[in-house]
């Protein structure tokens, strides 16, 4: 069922949007991380994987939204969601379900923004994706900046626009070249990382990333 879907999806992206993956992801298990403006998203990274891996591709989600009622059931049966609690005191503890899906052998999205920012803006990284990359330095970590998915369905907006998407799969990286170039331990160095190649990638082709805003406090 999940296959079926992801293959009706994948037609719709196309028609849509003429979002379509130069290539797919052969590397397995594997982590892929995106920049995050919609609901699009999730979709668009997905479709980077061979049909017959999507049900061994898990997504990572906020467990405050997509964790009950009918949103959170359906993100489970189309993109087998991992539930982490944003606002829990004990990051690690909150990183365990993630771990046991990378020990299991499954393939994993995540946003490491945390979530949906403002249109076409870049927020930092959390180091959680640093953590991932010094626990399992083997792992292949993918790169994708998604390019006009914030034009095609804005945050807040109901229904989608027909602009064209770009998915821009960037060079993998390992946490052992992350680990040889920040050091052990440096989780906010290897996020920020990964943070620039995106950034990077969104300016490919004249697009420009905007800056994320000053924190609060700086």
């Known amino acids: 069922m999940r296959v079926l879907l992801h293959a009706v999806?994948?037609?719709?992206?196309r028609v849509i949007f003429g979002a379509a993956p130069r290539q797919t992801i052969g590397d397995w298990p594997a982590?892929?991380?995106a920049n995050?403006?919609?609901?699009?998203?999730?979709f668009l990274v997905f479709s980077l994987f061979p049909l017959w891996r999507v049900s061994r591709v898990r997504a990572v989600a906020a467990a405050d939204y997509f964790g009950k009622g009918f949103l959170g059931v359906g993100a489970k049966l189309a993109f087998n969601t991992i539930l982490v609690q944003r606002a829990s005191g004990d990051p690690a503890a909150?990183?365990?379900?993630?771990?046991?899906?990378?020990?299991?052998k499954?393939?994993?999205?995540?946003?490491?923004?945390?979530?949906?920012?403002?249109p076409g803006v870049l927020m930092p990284f959390k180091p959680g994706i640093g953590a991932l990359a010094e626990e399992f330095p083997d792992v292949p970590i993918y790169p994708v900046a998604l390019v006009g998915a914030e034009r095609a369905l804005p945050k807040g907006d109901p229904l989608?626009?027909?602009?064209?998407?770009?998915?821009?799969?960037?060079?993998?990286?390992?946490?052992?070249?992350?680990?040889?170039r920040?050091?052990?331990g440096a989780r906010r160095a290897m996020a920020a990382e990964?943070?620039?190649?995106?950034?990077e990638g969104l300016k490919e082709g004249g697009r420009p990333s905007l800056e994320a805003p000053p924190e609060e406090g700086t």
Do not use: M, W
Request: proline share 6%; net charge negative.
């Open 160 to 180: 989608p626009v027909p602009f064209n998407i770009e998915i821009r799969q960037l060079e993998k990286v390992y946490g052992r070249d992350l680990i040889g």
């Open 36 to 42: 995050h403006d919609t609901h699009l998203d999730v």
């Open 182 to 184: 920040h050091g052990a």
């Open 9 to 13: 999806l994948r037609l719709l992206l």
């Open 31 to 33: 982590i892929v991380v």
């Open 94 to 104: 909150a990183l365990e379900p993630v771990r046991e899906a990378l020990r299991a």
């Open 194 to 199: 990964l943070e620039a190649r995106i950034r």
């Open 106 to 118: 499954c393939s994993l999205v995540i946003f490491p923004e945390g979530t949906r920012g403002e």
